[in-house]
């Protein structure tokens, strides 16, 4: 069974401040990609990285795909409130049409 | 249209009844996901059509669970004799191509509850 593991399950912190939060795995992946989902809605893709090792910026967040393909990290500078939602990673094969999916991580940003 | 529609955006009905949800793709999307999303939690594939190719069940948890889709249009989940255990949201995705690396554009959900 191939896994994608996120963490930390659920983070609230205050308005201002930076975090970063993790998905891994023991498996190489052709990609890896990040969705983030609010209450009521469905994903939406925030970014794929595909070459190990990439960074990405997305105004404050930074996104970076280790340099095995196992792993991904999602950094947010001076979160906001608008950043609250379920922050969900997803890992692809090649070999595959379907995505690895993590469990997800449940951000709250308190104003 | 512009994007996944789902229908209905909620649902409550009594165990052992049997639903019906629906997912309208973005045309020209040629590949179609559903997903079961419980409380809190990610997601867990359910079916996946791809064109004209046979579909992957493969995640379909029970006999009781089937999908259909017209071509490359509307698609149906149907859950036969619902149970508790059914209740979460269920969404539908579509993709260009259906490649892995593909972006997936989903639909709001269908939020199903068993009484």
């Known amino acids: 069974t191939q896994l994608l593991e996120q963490s930390p399950q659920f983070l609230s912190i205050q308005e201002g401040e930076n975090l970063t939060v993790y998905c891994n795995s023991s498996s190489v992946f052709s990609s890896l990609q990040w969705y983030r989902q609010e209450p009521g809605e469905g994903p939406v893709l925030l970014v794929t990285v595909v070459t190990g090792g990439e960074v990405k910026k997305l105004k404050r967040l930074t996104f970076q795909f280790g340099d095995a393909r196992k792993d991904s990290s999602l950094h947010i500078t001076a979160a906001q409130p608008g950043d609250t939602g379920l922050y969900l990673c997803?890992?692809?094969?090649?070999?595959?049409?379907?995505?690895?999916w993590g469990a997800g991580t449940k951000l709250i940003i308190k104003p | 249209g512009a994007g996944v529609s789902q229908s209905p955006s909620n649902k409550v009905t009594e165990k052992g009844k049997d639903v019906e949800l629906r997912c309208d793709p973005i045309?020209?999307?040629?590949?179609l996901y559903w997903y079961r999303q419980r409380l809190g939690q990610g997601l867990e594939f359910l079916i996946y059509f791809q064109g004209n190719s046979a579909p992957d069940k493969s995640g379909l948890p029970s006999d009781r669970f089937s999908a259909e889709r017209t071509g490359e249009s509307v698609s149906t989940l149907t859950i036969q004799r619902t149970q508790q255990e059914d209740s979460a949201v269920y969404l539908c995705?579509?993709?260009?191509?259906?490649?892995?690396?593909?972006?997936?554009?989903f639909g709001s959900g269908t939020q199903l509850s068993v009484l």
């Open positions: 045309s020209g999307h040629t590949a």
């Open positions: 995705a579509s993709s260009v191509q259906g490649f892995s690396n593909e972006k997936l554009f």
């Open positions: 997803a890992g692809a094969k090649h070999s595959n049409y379907q995505l690895i």
